[in-house]
């Protein structure tokens, strides 16, 4: 097997903030795995690495250079994804882009999307994606609701000064459409985020919040919270890996699973189905990726309630072309490759 590494500046369309930080630049930067055998057969993979869990690119770059390629194959890819599995460390986005990658010339190699590669279906015209909305200004809010129109759901990030203006700015643009709450561990006590709840329960309109609290909090906290919240509340940063399907179903309502979080598409497969089996509710989320990594998570959203997949419609430079969302509906149609994860880089064609 052979391995390269190809490093890309995402270039984001508009700033982007979020309760815990903001970006410095206007650029993502990830990588892009390119696994190839002797045949020629190409498995893409993707690395969207968040300094909210202490990894990078460069990080995630040194620990694929130790890799020894001679345990991978995409014939025995069940082998190999557990052998990248027991590999000790943390970086779970490297991880997550080199299983990714081995998946996608598995599939490849049986002549199969991998939704069905992997037991699933992909229904057209059926999954539906929500759309972010920044923390910003009212004015930019109004700006960016407008311009996401064609999208049934919306995302609003939360978690600072000035929510409630923000809420209302985009409720002046788009006073009945449903919208998902995210506040990146914004609120700091359990009194506070019960409040903001309770605020945001009074919209009528709104399906849930994501990770009101910081996720150190202590599970007496979430327990309280969880028990008179009158919105589900999603874990985020509070749930990384199957391992913590328990505490989660303990704390919350449902979990936001993540490619880059749980170390790629498998891994996410079973914590989709261990969370489920617990009775959470399910979405499947994302960074600011390119489309390989959402055109990886599409192919699971017959196995969640929930999709968060815009990563790639918050960038300008998408180097690889797959899955489309228009009007927040996910598509395979316009798909260039027929199998694996349906991705092919934009410059061949």
Known sequence: MNLSLHHHDLSLADAWRIARRSRTSNAAKVFIVELSDDSGLVGWGESSPSSRYNESTQSGSIFLQDIDLGRLSFANWAESLAWIDGLPNGEHSARCALSVAILDGAAKLGGQPLHRFLGLGFAERRHVTSFSIGISTPEIIRKKVLAANDFPILKLKVGSPGDRERLAALREVAATKPVRVDANEGWKTKEEALRMIEWLAADGKI????????????????????ARSPLPIFADEAFRSPDDVAHCAECFHGVNVKLVKVGGVHRALAALKSASSAGLKTMLGCMVETS???????????????????GNLLITNDPFHGVSAKHGVLSFAD???????????RELH
Do not use: N, T, Y
Not at 207 to 226: C, G, S, T, Y
Not at 303 to 308: R, S
Not at 335 to 345: H, I, T, W
């Open 292 to 310: 390989v990594l959402i055109s990886a998570g599409a192919h699971l959203a017959e196995a969640c309630d929930f999709l968060d997949l815009d």
């Open 335 to 345: 798909a260039r490759e027929p199998c694996g994860l349906r991705v092919c880089p």
């Open 207 to 226: 399906e849930f919040v994501e990770q009101p609290m910081p996720a150190a909090q202590p599970v007496a906290d979430w327990r309280w919270l969880k």
